[in-house]
Nanobody, 120 residues
Framework: QVQLVESGGVLVQAGGSLRLSCAAS????????MGWYRQAPGKQRELVAR???????NYADSVKGRFTISRDDAKSTVYLQMNSLKPEEKAIYYC??????????????WGQGTQVTVSS
């Protein structure tokens, strides 16, 4: 089993910045993909950004140029630096990781989510 623990979600003013962190622990050989998704009230969960083991990234069009995803494999941690936040980006942000276990099986995990609130 693997646990993903997110942190960094708080209340911030529009135009402000936040950095989210997600640390994975447990039965981990390596992590293929790590990413951030968000779900606003009444909306479907959507991809925000994702990074693979080669540090190739992809972003939702709406966050390009403002958000940066990065990972620290030594810490099994993924970060999301969010700048110029907008009120409509208020959501629960979820961490996702595709983990290769020691026995080489592969499982996708979700964190419990962290609330980001952007005031106007």
């Amino acid at each position: 089993q693997v646990q993903l623990v997110e942190s960094g979600g708080v209340l911030v003013q529009a135009g402000g910045s936040l950095r989210l962190s997600c640390a994975a622990s447990g039965n981990i050989f390596t992590i293929n993909f790590m990413g951030w998704y968000r779900q606003a009230p009444g909306k479907q969960r959507e991809l925000v950004a994702r990074i693979n083991s080669g540090e190739n990234t992809n972003y939702a069009d709406s966050v390009k140029g403002r958000f940066t995803i990065s990972r620290d494999d030594a810490k099994s941690t993924v970060y999301l630096q969010m700048n110029s936040l907008k009120p409509e980006e208020k959501a629960i942000y979820y961490c996702n990781a595709e983990v290769v276990h020691i026995a080489r099986s592969v499982t996708a995990y979700w964190g419990q989510g962290t609330q980001v609130t952007v005031s106007s």
